[in-house]
Structure formats: structure tokens, C-alpha cells
């Protein structure tokens, strides 16, 4: 596990533990404690050190230019019939141990029906298992599926060697390269969630803890303790988070001023790279899974169009663990409120269209796939053949071919772009009062007013307008209908409640018009 939960479990189940041991009541007479608990410093002792064997800080990039030794790792692949087609993630598996500090020293593959429910290996390649771990000298196994804490405690039995599967290999890594308070905390959060219910494995001192005068009972176990101290560990993240969304969800208003623009996509395809070939961001591109964890936004001068605000969002993967979805709500944030996305993806990976079916399910549980999206097919200076780049073009014609590391085709996104962003444009006809200044002016500063006709006391308004503020107008004073269809969106008269557009259902603000922030 990582150095964030090291951190939060440790020290507050060790703190709490040695304020429990000094605690008065505990002591009745000095030796009426039962003989088999521990001196403070030997408890002490045992605690982290039986907390170090579950819970190892991989070696970080820095940690191997210095020549220090990672972990040897073994991975294992159990592959069912609906992937039994797909060897090729073991590939997958390989980088994301790379990306976590092992080293792979040995693979281990078995096609089953169905996983066995005790330790989700048949019982024949769980001794191979054994025996491969023995000879490449392993520290650790790692499968490429999600085991259950019965499974992976029958196998680390059996091998004698630490068993962590694909979601705490991913939780891992986002550990690693969490920089920013609000992704530590997300990241915390998650690796909490995946450990409650294996704090049996994590820890196995379960005597009960004290008994003596007033405390009649069996007493409490301190996997017991334990799993309460972490969910109130989870309650103080949650809450957090929770205002951390909200703080977000007024910073990503301030910002209507702009058209938006999100990047999305699996994760080491080249948004990043992408970002910094628009935008000259200078934001940090390496070919490694999952670089970027934290939300950038950047100011984009798109030709023929003006300035749009681009934002680099964390990489997705197949599977992706759905906690790990949840903590990062507040981090995806700008993808719910963008007006156009951009799902970058890997044209030289081989699994290139597997994985654009990954990145658009990730989409879906966001609720987020009805959003206007172009499909970015980068890497195309590095695609294993022209063949391969034809069958992803051929699935996905309105693709946009590019390479963000040399600028090829750069121009053609850019013009794509801004054709997107007009289709989002309704051109509307607005009348309200003349002396309906507000109106007039929010038209002007989020639209483009392109004439005016005044009627006695009213003016009819002919302007195009992003379908988003659209949404937004409520004002007892004004009518507003489409200029070609002659569809009202909004009538103040009207009994039925007004029409927003298809892509679009806001709830009407409490304001005439919503102010933006």
C-alpha cells in the first residue's frame, strides 16, 4: 500500500492506541491485565512493524535513479471467457507495475470458466504460483484482477508472499503521484474504502482488549477498534471532499465568461502533451500511466474562433475501480461542466480500440456521455502500421488524426474545434422591455448581439447564443424562441415549463437571470 495511508492508519491507530494503554481506567492494581498483552514499547514495536509488512511504500522514480533495489514482482493474469481474447493487457499490467516501483520477474496466465472462489487460481497453478515465486525470489504478486480479502488472504498463505490485485496496484500509483492536497485526499479516501473490509488481513492481533471492574463483558476486539477509527477516517474525507466540490463547482462557474474545453481520454495518451502543443501550458508529459492526477486549466487562443479555456483531466483505464471514480468527483468537476470534450486517444497502442471502449463506459458512469465530443486519434507517428491507424479510422470515421509531439495535423483539430463550438450556438430571438438593461447586457457579454428593433416600450433582440446560458435566462420580463424554427424556450406566460434544448435540462435559477460569479 502507499505512503497516504501508512500515514493515516498509522498514526492514528498507533496514537490511539498508547492513549488507550496510558488511560487509568485500564489499570486495575497494576498486574490485573491479562498476561498475554504486550509492554507499551513491545505493543508499540509490534504494531508498526506488523503495519510495515502489510503496508510498503513503493520506491518512487527518484528512489530508482539512486540506484535503489524495487520490489520483484510476479504477475498474474486469470483470463475468462469474456477476455480470454485479450493477452494483451498483460502488457497493460506490466507498465502499471513499472509505474508502481516493481520489477515483473515472472508471468503466470491460466484461462478458467469461472474464478474459484477460494483463491481465485485453480488449485494446480496456485502450487506452479508458489514454486515461480520461490525461484524468482518475489516480493510480491500481483493479479490483474479484483480478488476478494478471503482470496487474497488464502493465497498470500499459501505463498508466503504479499497478494495485491489490480485495484490496489492502480490505488498505489495514484498514491505516488498525488501532488496536490485535494488528490491526496481523493486518493486517501479510496485506499480507506478498499481496506475495511481487509483490515482482517491487515492486521492480525485480534485478542480482545481489556475487561476489569465496570467494563463486565466480553470486551472489544481491536480489528473492531480498527474499523471504527477508519470509518470515522472516511466520514472526515468525505466531508472534505465535499466542500472541496463545492469550492469547485463556484471556481468552474467563475469561469462562464469563456467557452470550455476538456481533455479526456486513457490514461498516457498525450492529453498532457496535447495541452502543452495548444497552449504552450508547460504542464509535465511523460510516458508513464497516469503522470497526471490534479485538474489544469490553461487559456487556449483558438484561430478563428478567440480564446477557449482548455483543461488536462486525470487518464482513465479499463476497469477503473468505481471508489477511485467517486473520490475524484470534485476532479472531474471540469469534464460535467465543459462545453466540448476532446477524448485523446493511443493510436500506437495495439489496443487502441479497447481502450476507447473503456474511456466511453468511464464517460457513462459519469453521466456525461451525452456531452458534445471529438474524438482525438493521437500518436500517429508512432502507430505500429498504417493498417492499425486505418482500422481505427474505419471504426471511428469522424476521428481527427494528430500527433501533439510533432504538431502534425495540429491545425485540422483546431479547426474542428471551433466548428464544434458553433454548432453549440442557437440562434435566438429575444424581447423584452427596453428598460430591461440586465438582460440586454448578459446577452452582450456571454452572446453575440447581432441587431436590435425597437417597438415602443420593447425590443426585439436577434442574437446567437451558447445552448449553456441559454438554460440560464428566467426573466419575468422576456420571451425567448428560436429564430428559424420559431420554438419558445422561455415564455413567462406559458403554463408548461420551458424548453431548454435536448442536451440540456438546467433547474431555472432562483434570479431573473443566474449571476456569474
Known amino acids: 500500500m502507499s505512503g497516504i495511508l501508512w500515514r493515516s492508519c498509522v498514526s492514528i491507530l498507533v496514537k490511539s492506541r498508547l492513549e488507550w494503554e496510558s488511560d487509568e481506567r485500564w489499570a486495575v492494581g497494576g498486574d490485573s491485565l491479562s498476561s498475554n498483552v504486550p509492554r507499551r514499547d513491545q505493543r508499540r514495536e509490534s504494531v508498526i512493524q506488523r503495519t510495515k509488512r502489510r503496508i510498503q511504500v513503493h520506491v518512487t522514480e527518484r528512489d530508482r535513479t539512486q540506484n535503489l533495489v524495487s520490489e520483484s514482482a510476479v504477475l498474474v493474469g486469470v483470463l475468462l471467457p469474456e477476455n480470454a481474447s485479450r493477452d494483451e493487457q498483460l502488457v497493460e499490467l506490466q507498465g502499471l507495475a513499472v509505474a508502481a516501483g516493481c520489477e515483473p520477474s515472472g508471468i503466470l496466465t491460466q484461462r478458467r470458466e469461472q474464478p474459484d472462489t477460494r483463491s481465485y487460481l485453480g488449485r494446480g497453478k496456485v502450487e506452479e504460483l508458489n514454486l515461480l515465486c520461490q525461484s524468482v525470489d518475489a516480493d510480491v504478486i500481483i493479479f490483474d484482477n479484483d480478488l476478494s480479502p478471503a482470496q ?302 425597437f417597438d415602443d416600450d420593447k425590443v426585439t433582440i436577434h442574437c446567437r447564443l451558447p445552448q449553456k446560458y441559454l438554460g440560464r435566462i428566467h426573466d419575468p420580463q422576456a420571451v425567448v424562441r428560436d429564430r428559424k424554427s420559431g420554438t419558445v424556450f422561455w415564455d413567462p406566460l406559458a403554463p408548461a415549463e420551458p424548453v431548454w434544448g435536448k442536451q440540456q435540462t438546467p433547474d431555472p435559477p432562483d434570479s431573473a437571470i443566474e449571476d456569474i460569479a
Not at 174 to 196: C, D, G, W
Not at 371 to 384: R, W
Open 152 to 453: 487474497t488472504r488464502n493465497l498470500e498463505k499459501t505463498t508466503g508472499v504479499k497478494v495485491i490485485d489490480r485495484t490496489e496496484l492502480i490505488l498505489d500509483i495514484f498514491a505516488s503521484h498525488a501532488k496536490t492536497y485535494e488528490a491526496r485526499l481523493a486518493v486517501e479516501l479510496a485506499q480507506l474504502e478498499y481496506s475495511l473490509p481487509r483490515l482482517k488481513r491487515m492486521w492480525t492481533h485480534l485478542s480482545r482488549l481489556k475487561m476489569g471492574v465496570g467494563m463486565r463483558g466480553p470486551g472489544e476486539k481491536q480489528l473492531e477498534v480498527d474499523r471504527r477509527l477508519v470509518e470515522k477516517r472516511i466520514h472526515d474525507l468525505r466531508s472534505d471532499l465535499s466542500k472541496i466540490e463545492r469550492r469547485k463547482e463556484r471556481q468552474v462557474a467563475g469561469r462562464s465568461d469563456h467557452m470550455t474545453v476538456s481533455l479526456v481520454g486513457y490514461t498516457n495518451a498525450g492529453k498532457s502533451t496535447l495541452m502543452n502543443r495548444l497552449t504552450n501550458a508547460g504542464v509535465l508529459s511523460a510516458d508513464q500511466l497516469f503522470a497526471t492526477l490534479d485538474t489544469r486549466t490553461r487559456r487556449w487562443q483558438l484561430p478563428n474562433w478567440g480564446p477557449v479555456l482548455l483543461s488536462d483531466t486525470v487518464g482513465f483505464i479499463r476497469d477503473l475501480p468505481h471508489r477511485l471514480i467517486a473520490s475524484f468527483k470534485a476532479t472531474l468537476e471540469e469534464t460535467h461542466q465543459a462545453d466540448l470534450l476532446l477524448h485523446v486517444c493511443d493510436a500506437s497502442s495495439e489496443l487502441a480500440l479497447e481502450q476507447i471502449s473503456a474511456v466511453y463506459r468511464v464517460l457513462e458512469e459519469l453521466d456525461i456521455e451525452e456531452k458534445d465530443t471529438l474524438l482525438v486519434v493521437n500518436k500517429i507517428d508512432a502507430t505500429p502500421s498504417a493498417a492499425h491507424l486505418e482500422a481505427i479510422l474505419r471504426r471511428y470515421p469522424n476521428g481527427i488524426p494528430v500527433s501533439a509531439r510533432t504538431g502534425e495535423r495540429i491545425d485540422r483539430l483546431a479547426a474542428a474545434v471551433s466548428d464544434a463550438l458553433s454548432r453549440s450556438f442557437r440562434d435566438v430571438e429575444v424581447i423584452t422591455d427596453v428598460s430591461n438593461g440586465r438582460l440586454m447586457a448578459y446577452l452582450a457579454a456571454h452572446g453575440e448581439v447581432l441587431s436590435q428593433s
